[in-house]
């Protein structure tokens, strides 16, 4: 049964107010799932028979965040908690929302609206009551993804449900019941509609989970995948040269996704798409080029799905520098070149995904040569050589009067100049030196 001790005070606090004014009152949804598999839930969903109307009565600071679908968010002290009027949904007609809802005093028709049975069970922590009409148990027990009554008519309703049901299937490591399945690749043109941004809030929920390559091949089995990240389906079966590799294209960035650390976004979107260009570059057994041609996809990819540009340019930058060949006799300019072009902030990621991408080679790789450079990295930066126009002895106003130009591109262009002099011999880093430089610069 479900520790009480795990529930928020003010979550039951809230369904013993509504009890005590005469209402039911339950925890619903992903919050029952999660404390019956001893797991702490990020939210507490409440379902009631109360009217959104009388809620906002009864608590003191109550936003109505979905009024239309009878939501209201209550907040107490700080933590905000959903609380939602018992409803039957009438015709979907947009692939995502009813048309219309009528509340209910049922709780079996609020729960039969719901998408998987491990999501469908209620919990009313005053009484211990645990409500499960559509076997959420049992599913739970055998580690089943499955629909609500008919899968078809579920994903009908809100083609967000087969991409819920792939990433479900990864973060608690379950299987999709073969009939909720099925369902997916009927139902296809209506997961075609879905808002990419919704899209993307999915896969990066997926990207969080332990092993995204479980959700991510349901979702190409199915079709799903087909839909919103067909260059990553184009991959599967490309063959790469042994003994260097042991997986296709596919599953060697499945992999390397798995390998990469699950709390960092950008190295896993680039672990997942970082080759994703060899299948158009692939000229007998080489790639050449797939690493610039594949920053190019991946921006194109992540506009699409709607991730912000600050996530997308880390990303493009990881994927164009991935191929970095690293040996002991690199010069220090080398090293300095190496931090400027990848960034310094960039560069823990940079090896991250390296680390990630040898890991899913199938074979054993000795990574020391990362160390080494990593120390002449943190070395250039204890000596404080110029790595950016910034770290310069001169600016843009300095290069202006010796010119005598005004402000536009041939600045920049000069500055750029001056730091690649600069990084190949830092003791040029003083004013006279680089004023004498930039006269002599032609552009």
């Avoid at 000795?366 to 990593?374: I, P, Q, R, T």
Wanted: with cysteine; hydrophobic share 40%.
């Amino acid at each position: 049964m479900l520790k009480k001790s795990k529930i928020p005070g003010s979550a039951q606090h809230i369904i013993k107010t509504l009890k005590n004014n005469g209402y039911k009152a339950y925890l619903v949804g992903g919050s029952v799932r999660d404390l019956l598999l001893f797991k702490s839930p990020n939210e507490w969903d409440i379902t009631t028979d109360a009217f959104p109307q009388v809620v906002s009565k009864l608590f003191e600071k109550v936003v109505p965040t979905g009024i239309k679908y009878g939501t209201v968010t209550i907040i107490i002290k700080g933590e905000t908690f959903e609380v939602t009027t018992f409803r039957k949904d009438e015709k979907y007609v947009d692939g995502r929302h009813p048309s219309n809802v009528k509340f209910t005093k049922e709780l079996k028709q609020d729960l039969a609206r719901r998408d998987f049975t491990i999501n469908a069970m209620a919990y009313d922590p005053v009484d211990n009551e645990l409500v499960d009409i559509f076997g959420g148990q049992k599913d739970l027990k055998h580690k089943i993804i499955k629909a609500v009554g008919d899968p078809v008519e579920r994903f009908s309703e809100d083609g967000l449900r087969p991409v819920r049901a792939c990433r479900f299937a990864a973060s608690l490591g379950f299987k999709i019941e073969n009939k909720t399945f099925a369902a997916i690749s009927k139902t296809l043109k209506i997961v075609k509609k879905v808002a990419a941004e919704r899209v993307c809030d999915e896969i990066k929920k997926l990207l969080k989970t332990k092993k995204p390559s479980i959700g991510i091949e349901n979702m190409r089995n199915s079709g799903v995948l087909e839909l919103f990240i067909p260059e990553l389906v184009k991959s599967a079966g490309v063959k790469q040269p042994e003994p260097y590799h042991k997986y296709d294209v596919y599953w060697h960035s499945l992999y390397s996704c798995d390998a990469a650390p699950k709390e960092n976004l950008i190295v896993r979107l680039a672990a997942l798409f970082h080759d994703i260009a060899k299948p158009e570059c692939k000229e007998g057994e080489t790639f050449y080029n797939h690493e610039q041609i594949g920053s190019e996809v991946v921006a194109k990819l992540l506009r699409k799905l709607k991730f912000s540009n600050e996530i997308i340019g880390k990303v493009t930058n990881l994927v164009e520098n991935h191929m970095f060949n690293y040996e002991s006799s690199w010069k220090d300019s080398a090293v300095r070149r190496f931090i400027k072009r990848v960034g310094l902030k960039n560069i823990p990621d940079l090896f991250a995904l390296r680390l990630a991408d040898c890991s899913a080679m199938g074979r054993k790789i000795d990574n020391g040569y990362l160390k080494e450079l990593k120390a002449r990295i943190d070395k250039a930066i204890k000596e404080e050589n110029a790595l950016h126009v910034v770290d310069l002895k001169i600016n843009g106003k300095d290069v202006m009067r010796a010119l005598k130009i005004k402000p536009g591109p041939k600045v920049g262009k000069a500055l750029n100049y001056l730091l690649e002099k600069v990084i190949e011999d830092p003791v040029l880093n003083d004013k006279k030196n680089l004023l004498e430089m930039v006269r002599s610069y032609e552009p």
